[in-house]
């Protein structure tokens, strides 16, 4: 299952025009605020009709303005997720959940039932509760599950996080994650997060002031994502525990890396986000620093950011790595397309694949 899309809309002075295909697993558009992320989202989930193109999933055609096609809203079987969860207050979370049943028609989609939903999502022990007893994460995994159990063929998810504050993030990011792994349909999610994005995308659309300007797997596209906050997403695994220091180490394309000790079992696969404004290079191998992680790699391009500051983009044995130096730092050590250089790692977020 599939949803491409191929639109052209102006309001005012703003023109959005976005050309992409998003497969099975999560889509993040990602862009500044302004940039027509919900505008666009509002178009694929029918509450705008575009002055020109067509919208499509799995083939079958949502929006198709040469032809006359536009079907509303509600028989376009996508699952909305909102910034609030929007549940209704009246009803338990059991007869929220059951709720999204009464959209359930029709063949294809994710392939869930009541029970299913409410192991995917953790929620057996909420279910006779009200939604003003829930927290922000409870109530939001509450509106994913109503969501899913209208077995939609897509789900659409308009910064689902942004009103929750860090723990309750923390709390149903894993979920959002089972959810892009098991529900086997496409998940269009709205962020202005390069940590969400890292973490959580498949594939990466970033826009910018209404224009589509680059799309791919998160690895290569999420160091373009963001000039003032870049960097790089490296695929890992478990290697190792050492009990001692309470370290894991982590193997990677790129090499191995140590970082403060997961709860994950030796094989697992990890995320691991490394911002460029804490990488460091050096000509030479360091030494007798504090820093536990130092990766070998060659310069690919220097692009400048700033009239004081350039981004680096590395080659560590084919996995990309970014960091951000002053143009004086650059100057002084004769930095160079070509040239071997060692990348000192400051600071590594991980995460669950």
Do not use: C, N, W, Y
């Given at each position: 299952m599939s949803l491409d899309v191929d639109v052209d809309h102006r309001r005012g002075d703003f023109r959005l025009k976005a050309r992409f295909t998003a497969a099975p697993g999560l889509t993040a558009l990602?862009?500044?605020?302004?940039?027509?992320?919900?505008?666009?989202?509002?178009?694929?989930?029918?509450l705008i009709r575009p002055d020109r193109g067509r919208v499509a999933v799995d083939g079958q055609a949502l929006v198709d303005t040469e032809r006359g096609v536009f079907v509303p809203a509600h028989r376009r079987r996508i699952g909305y997720v909102f910034q609030d969860s929007r549940?209704?207050?009246?009803l338990s979370v059991r007869r929220n959940l059951l709720y999204g049943r009464w959209f359930a028609r029709g063949g294809g989609g994710a392939s869930v039932d009541l029970g299913g939903v409410v192991d995917l999502l953790g929620i057996g022990h909420l279910l006779e509760r009200d939604p003003d007893s829930l927290s922000g994460g409870e109530?939001?995994?509450?509106?994913?599950?109503?969501?899913?159990?209208?077995?939609?063929?897509?789900?659409?998810?308009?910064?689902?996080?942004?009103?929750?504050?860090?723990?309750?993030?923390?709390?149903?990011?894993?979920y959002i994650e089972r959810l892009r792994d098991e529900a086997g349909i496409p998940i269009l999610y709205v962020s202005h997060s390069v940590a969400e994005v890292a973490r959580l995308a498949t594939t990466v659309v970033i826009m910018t002031e209404g224009t589509v300007t680059a799309v791919g797997p998160v690895q290569d596209i999420l160091p373009l994502a963001d000039a003032?906050?870049?960097?790089?997403?490296?695929?890992?695994?478990?290697?190792?525990?050492?009990?001692?220091?309470?370290?894991?180490?982590?193997?990677?394309?790129?090499?191995?890396?140590?970082?403060?000790?997961?709860d994950a079992p030796v094989g697992a696969p990890v995320r691991v986000y490394i911002r460029s404004r804490d990488v460091m290079l050096s000509l030479q191998r360091p030494e007798h620093i504090s820093a536990l992680n130092v990766l070998s790699g060659k310069i690919v391009s220097i692009t400048p950011a700033t009239h004081a500051q350039a981004d680096i983009r590395l080659d560590c044995n084919g996995a990309v790595l970014m960091a951000r130096l002053t143009a004086k730092s650059v100057d002084r050590l004769a930095l160079a397309p070509g040239r071997a250089v060692y990348a000192v790692v400051k600071s590594v977020s991980f995460e669950r694949s």
């Open positions: 990602f862009g500044r605020s302004g940039s027509g992320k919900t505008s666009l989202v509002s178009i694929v989930g029918g549940l209704f207050p009246h109530k939001q995994r509450v509106a994913i599950g109503r969501a899913l159990l209208a077995k939609p063929r897509l789900v659409l998810m308009d910064e689902p996080l942004a009103s929750l504050d860090e723990a309750r993030r923390a709390e149903i990011l894993p003032t906050d870049g960097g790089a997403v490296l695929d890992a695994k478990v290697s190792r525990h050492d009990e001692t220091f309470h370290l894991s180490v982590l193997e990677s394309a790129a090499g191995e890396l140590q970082v403060p000790g997961l």
